[in-house]
């Protein structure tokens, strides 16, 4: 039995965070991507995802956030991921997306 995906949406002083929770994979992957269409193309918000809570990402997820990044980029608003597991870091550096996902500091 895999862990169920949920996504907190809350509202920030500065913007929307949102809170990936679970497995993040083909079966959740249609409920995330309805959920976050409106919040991807809201230009005038801030958008944060938090993957601290999130234990799996497969393609599937990974083509999702690369779909917002590029949406979000389109509407130069800004993005930021954080909170990234160790593991799905991991991922994110095989696949070359870390550095469009993690802010550089």
């Given at each position: 039995?895999?862990?169920?995906?949920?996504?907190?949406?809350?509202?920030?002083?500065?913007?929307?965070?949102?809170?990936l929770q679970g497995e993040l994979d083909l079966a959740?992957?249609?409920?995330?991507?309805?959920?976050?269409?409106?919040?991807?193309?809201?230009?005038?918000?801030?958008?944060?995802?938090?993957?601290?809570?999130?234990s799996y990402i497969d393609s599937t997820g990974i083509?999702?956030?690369?779909?917002?990044?590029?949406?979000?980029?389109?509407?130069?608003?800004?993005?930021?991921?954080?909170?990234?597991?160790?593991?799905?870091?991991?991922?994110?550096?095989?696949?070359?997306?870390?550095?469009?996902?993690?802010?550089?500091?």
């Amino acid at each position: 039995m895999s862990h169920k995906f949920t996504a907190v949406t809350l509202k920030e002083a500065d913007g929307i965070r949102v809170k990936l929770q679970g497995e993040l994979d083909l079966a959740a992957a249609g409920e995330f991507r309805t959920m976050m269409e409106p919040l991807a193309v809201d230009p005038s918000t801030k958008l944060t995802l938090d993957l601290s809570e999130l234990s799996y990402i497969d393609s599937t997820g990974i083509g999702i956030l690369i779909s917002i990044l590029k949406v979000r980029h389109a509407e130069q608003a800004p993005f930021f991921v954080e909170n990234v597991p160790s593991h799905v870091q991991k991922l994110f550096d095989v696949t070359g997306i870390s550095k469009f996902l993690i802010p550089q500091h």
